[in-house]
Structure formats: structure tokens, C-alpha cells
């Protein structure tokens, strides 16, 4: 039940998501993403992994088949993992899509930090996350530059996955 509720969340957002923008193009990526961007925090006992799968092979929920324009069809998507054992997982039930990027949070953030001295980093990031129609921002650490530093630079459509806190 919860993976069916997460999928519609998550389907109906996408399909919005261009409607919304264009009507407020007068706001920069970063406000529009905090005014109008999707954040879940979600308890730790609910998965996320299978709305995420069907999001990829663009299987509308309630559906056995590909019924509505699959944004894994029409753009670049972008998941932010929050570790090598994340990632493992996503490469095993996603499988290659040519598609399909993936960015590690600790890249951007070493980025951030070494821009100083180093610009390469965050222009790859920022390419990245330019190109990206769809980025999904997996178990984001409680760091606010690092995330609006996402904000900021993600040109498409960006929703953040978080876990909750005292739920058991």
C-alpha cells in the first residue's frame, strides 16, 4: 500500500511540476524549489525504492503497463545517493538506462568546499544538475547549504526523499 501511495505522490508531482514552473518563471531556481519543490520525510520503516523503480520504467500506479509519458523518455534524470551501498542498491533494481545519472552528495559537498581553490568540481555539478529534467534527491544530510546549493543549480524538476526522525 504505501509503495501505491508513494508512486501516485510521486507521479502526480512530476506531471505538475512543468505547469508550476511556467507559471512562475520570474523565480529563480532556488526560490522556486523552496516555495514549489516536493520534500518528504519519510518514517524509516517506508521504502521508497519500488516508486522509484516505477517511476524509471514509467508505470503509472494502479497500471501494468507504460499508460502516461514517462519522464525516464523525454530527459535527463539525476539521482543524489547518500552512499555506496544506496547506490549498489539503485544500480540492481533500476539497471542501466542510458539516461540516468547518478551523483553522490559527498561530490557536491567536497565540491562546495574545495571551490575555492578548485572550480572543476562544482562546474561538473553544475552541468549535471542543469541537464537534469528530473533529479531525486535520496536521504539528504542535514547540511542547508549543501541542499539549497541543489536548489540553486537544479534546473528541472527536483524532489527530496528524507528520513524522519522519532518514529521508532
Known amino acids: 500500500m504505501t ?9 502526480e508531482y512530476i506531471k505538475e511540476w512543468r505547469v508550476q514552473r511556467e507559471e512562475n518563471l520570474d523565480l529563480n531556481n532556488q ?31 494502479g497500471s501494468q503497463e507504460s499508460e502516461w509519458p514517462s519522464i525516464s523518455e523525454t530527459g535527463k534524470i539525476l539521482i543524489i545517493f547518500p552512499s555506496t551501498a544506496m547506490y549498489r542498491t539503485l544500480d ?15 561530490e557536491i559537498y567536497t565540491g562546495m568546499q574545495m571551490a575555492s581553490n578548485d572550480v572543476r568540481y562544482m562546474q561538473r555539478t553544475k552541468i549535471i544538475l542543469g541537464k537534469a529534467q528530473l533529479t531525486l534527491f535520496l536521504e539528504p544530510p542535514p547540511l542547508p547549504e549543501l541542499i539549497d546549493q541543489v ?9 527530496v526523499l528524507s528520513r524522519g526522525n522519532g518514529d521508532g
Open 151 to 159: 536548489r540553486g543549480l537544479t534546473g528541472g524538476c527536483l524532489i
Open 3 to 11: 509503495n501505491e501511495i508513494m508512486s501516485s505522490l510521486l507521479c
Open 31 to 61: 526560490m522556486f524549489h523552496r516555495r514549489y519543490g516536493l520534500v518528504i520525510q519519510l518514517p524509516n520503516s517506508w521504502s521508497y525504492m519500488n516508486a522509484i523503480v516505477r517511476i524509471m520504467q514509467g508505470v503509472e500506479p
Open 92 to 106: 540492481k533494481e533500476i539497471g542501466e538506462m542510458s539516461n540516468l545519472d547518478y551523483l553522490s552528495w559527498q
